[in-house]
């Protein structure tokens, strides 16, 4: 896949596994993976650190083929999503940093339009989201509203 806003096709990436069945050495029930997802999500922590938590310390290398269920699906049936969804969480505070740095320096031309490529990444990721329902149909990224939370 592309990248959005360059020319670089941006082939670097890593692999899954091409057949995704359960591995031999996970020990750990359907019901003790859930239980650590929903442990960790009460702890604060995002899907993909939980994730990268289960991959480092329980040797859970993907959770969908081993439970039959993502770790979003989870959070949701347990009804511990964020309100606002992970990856347009992280774009709105790359663009408050962003803005931030506009603040101190402001001959920094460059910043100036990497705030405005990623605030368009904010608006399109937003729509999608108003699309699917993940987010309020009002939910509107404001700048000044993003550097209070």
Avoid: C, F
Wanted: a positive charge.
């Amino acid at each position: 896949m592309g990248r959005l806003h360059t020319h670089n096709h941006g082939k670097s990436h890593s692999i899954r596994p091409i057949d995704p069945k359960k591995p031999e050495w996970v020990k750990q029930t359907n019901e003790e993976i859930e239980g650590l997802i929903t442990k960790y999500a009460k702890e604060g922590m995002t899907s993909s650190q939980i994730g990268l938590k289960l991959r480092d310390q329980h040797a859970i290398p993907l959770v969908k083929p081993i439970i039959n269920k993502s770790i979003t699906d989870v959070l949701k049936a347990n009804k511990l999503m964020p309100d606002i969804p992970e990856d347009l969480n992280n774009i709105v505070m790359k663009a408050v940093n962003l803005q931030k740095h506009i603040k101190d320096n402001k001959s920094d031309s460059r910043n100036v339009r990497a705030l405005e490529l990623v605030e368009a990444k904010v608006h399109r990721l937003s729509t999608h989201y108003k699309k699917t329902g993940d987010i309020d149909q009002k939910w509107k990224y404001k700048s000044v509203v993003a550097q209070l939370e």
